[in-house]
């Protein structure tokens, strides 16, 4: 009788934020970048992606669906990940033959982001990882969270990244097959738990120009690049592993962004030349120099991906500084904790600044540094393989 049982696994994987930018490939078909990076892994609490994968004879063909809506899985880098993921179940199932052949059954990946996607808050980075993780929970595989980041490397750079919490390298590697980029952990999140994020949710719609192409773009055109790869991003790399293994704030800050404006300044070096950034987001950038200024040490430290959103490092003890600042100015916008409006700052944002904020700022979003993928009992298909009610 054939076997008509629907598989499941599910999991939920973290939004990371580089310190250290990812910015151009050296091989475009399998992800290889042009040179490291470094993250943050942001509480699962505030930032996640669910992820149920199953598997049954009963499904019609491979399918995503997210945030409710099938998705397209033709494209390369999904069919690289369900490739990659589906050899090395047919190798575990080759040494037992006893295991069910899941690797030749129809795969259905249901997943939910709690967060807008493709809008500069690292959707494809979580939304990868918690696929592969996912599919090797399903697929009961031995890999650890260093070889899967392999595999999530192909469905989107970043992404390798967010298979583990805390602070986390992604090693460029030389080698040709790639075999040697992958995430490699810095330092779990108990090392310096005290790492918070303050992100400003600038503009939630889809970005114009897209990372992979913007990123080529860059390659091909930016003058300033090359310096980049080779002189700007080795030395940041080594200083922020060095900030974050001595749990040293100001070097931390320093190099969050700094390495944030050299990005920048590629993008704009592009030709055509590409803006992520708008005003909101300068003017956020201006604040931040105003609050450090006023305490009269750094407590604060601006970075941005490919798109507006600010995101806002800062220690568990100058919450108050910092949060209290922005509260001040953006109070009406969603997304505070409660306890946001009772923390009051000695640091005032200037006038002006703080009146182009409350124009472009939608929502916020209070969070800090996080674990890694979870296993979790809460599915998006039921046992029956149909999607589950929410």
Known sequence: MADTKVYRASTTAPVNIAVVKYWGKRDAKLNLPTNSSLSVTLSQDDLRTLTTAACSATFDGDSLTLNGELSDISGARTQACFRELRARRAAVEAANSALPKLSTLPLKIVS??????????????????????????????????????????????????????????????????????????????????????????????????????????????????????????????????????????????????????????????????????????????????????????????????????????????????????????????????DGAAALKSSAKIPEQTAAILKDGVSRVIQTGVGSGPVKTDEFLITEDGQPAKR
């Not at 980075?125 to 090797?136: D, E, N, P």
């Not at 929970?137 to 260093?146: D, G, H, Q, T």
């Not at 097959?177 to 949710?201: F, N, T, Y």
């Not at 700007?232 to 922020?240: E, G, Q």
Request: proline share 4%; aromatic share 8%.
């Open 112 to 337: 939910e982001n709690n967060f807008p996607t493709a809008a500069g808050l690292a959707s494809s980075a979580a939304g990868f990882a918690a696929l592969v993780r996912a599919i090797a929970n399903l697929y009961e595989l031995p890999e650890s969270p260093a070889d899967l980041s392999l595999i999530a490397r192909q469905g989107s750079g970043s992404a390798c990244r967010s298979l583990f919490g805390g602070y986390v390298a992604w090693r460029m590697g030389s080698q040709d097959d790639g075999l040697d980029s992958k995430a490699e952990l810095v330092a779990e999140a108990s090392h310096w738990p005290q790492m918070r994020a303050l992100i400003l949710v600038v503009n939630a719609a889809k970005k114009d120009v897209p990372s992979t192409s913007g990123m080529q773009q860059t390659v091909a055109t930016s003058g300033l690049f090359q310096q980049r790869i080779t002189q700007v991003v080795p030395a940041n790399m080594t200083l922020m592993e060095e900030a974050v293994r001595d749990k040293d704030f100001a070097k931390f800050a320093e190099v969050t962004m700094r390495d944030s404006n050299s990005f920048h300044a590629c993008c704009a070096d592009t030709y055509p030349p590409i803006f992520y950034m708008n005003d909101a987001s300068r003017a956020a950038i201006r604040a931040v120099e105003a609050i450090n200024a006023q305490a009269g040490k750094t407590v604060a430290a601006y970075t941005y991906d490919a798109g507006p959103n600010s995101v806002i490092y800062f220690l568990e003890e100058d919450a108050a500084t910092v949060v209290g600042a922005f509260h001040e100015v953006l109070g009406a916008v969603g997304g505070w904790k």
